[in-house]
């Protein structure tokens, strides 16, 4: 299993809802990211997991919480988002110095 | 702080060409350099990474090379085709961080 993969496709939520982004891996990577892109723009870093430990927040709202409940899951938490929060959100996973590997992302809409 | 551009912004060109899209960094002290390719709507694939002691890496009709000392890397697809058609990110990776610092993208559309 070479790939990461990401559910749902697509969300769509309102501000008062709460819904979780799920992404896994079984490539034994020890390192998961969560990334944010918006249209035409490159993806930003949000959140970076090392051996399951929280290793880097660039200073995301708290309305995003990420979890790592082992080493082949991620999840994003989402909790009372504004509509600029509407965006592709990618999951990846990489080792050490190998490649990053991206999951194909879960196009998320806040009405 | 690392700042990461590409040039062009965007290329349209007949099937067939050779391009070269170009990617500049400000701080030569990098561990990698990774090119990707996105669909629209879609997640990143990775075409090609290249060590910061390696020159140059290849793939099928892609190639694409590190110059460190001038903080340039190219990616050089030969023969184009409508397929090609995406958007082309490279990024960087700096010895002390787990971060990607990506380029602004080239969008590359290929017409028959």
């Known amino acids: 299993d070479t790939e990461v993969t990401q559910t749902p496709k697509h969300l769509v939520m309102g501000m008062t809802n709460k819904k979780s982004l799920k992404c896994e891996q079984h490539m034994g990577h020890r390192a998961m990211y969560w990334y944010k892109q918006k249209a035409k723009k490159p993806p930003e870093l949000m959140f970076v997991y090392s051996y399951e430990k929280l290793s880097i927040n660039e200073s995301v709202p708290s309305r995003f919480s990420p979890e790592c409940p082992n080493s082949s899951l991620l999840n994003l938490h989402l909790h009372a988002l504004q509509p600029e929060d509407s965006a592709l959100y990618l999951c990846a996973s990489s080792q050490d110095l190998t490649s990053r590997v991206f999951g194909p992302g879960t196009r998320l809409t806040v009405l | ?112």
Not at chain 2, 7 to 34: K, R
Not at chain 2, 57 to 69: C, E, H, I, P, V
């Open chain 2, 1 to 112: 702080k690392q700042e990461v551009t590409q040039i062009p912004a965007a290329l349209s060109v007949p099937e067939g060409e050779n391009l070269v899209l170009n990617c500049s960094f400000t701080d030569s002290a990098i561990y990698n350099l990774q090119w990707f390719r996105q669909d629209p709507g879609k997640g990143l694939t990775s075409l090609l990474l290249i060590q910061s002691s390696q020159r140059e890496q290849t793939s099928g009709r892609l190639n694409a090379s590190l110059d460190k000392s001038s903080g340039r890397s190219t990616l050089y697809i030969a023969a184009s085709q409508p397929g090609d058609s995406a958007t082309y990110l490279c990024a960087v990776r700096a010895f002390d961080t787990d971060k990607l610092i990506f380029g602004t993208g080239t969008r590359l559309q290929v017409f028959p």
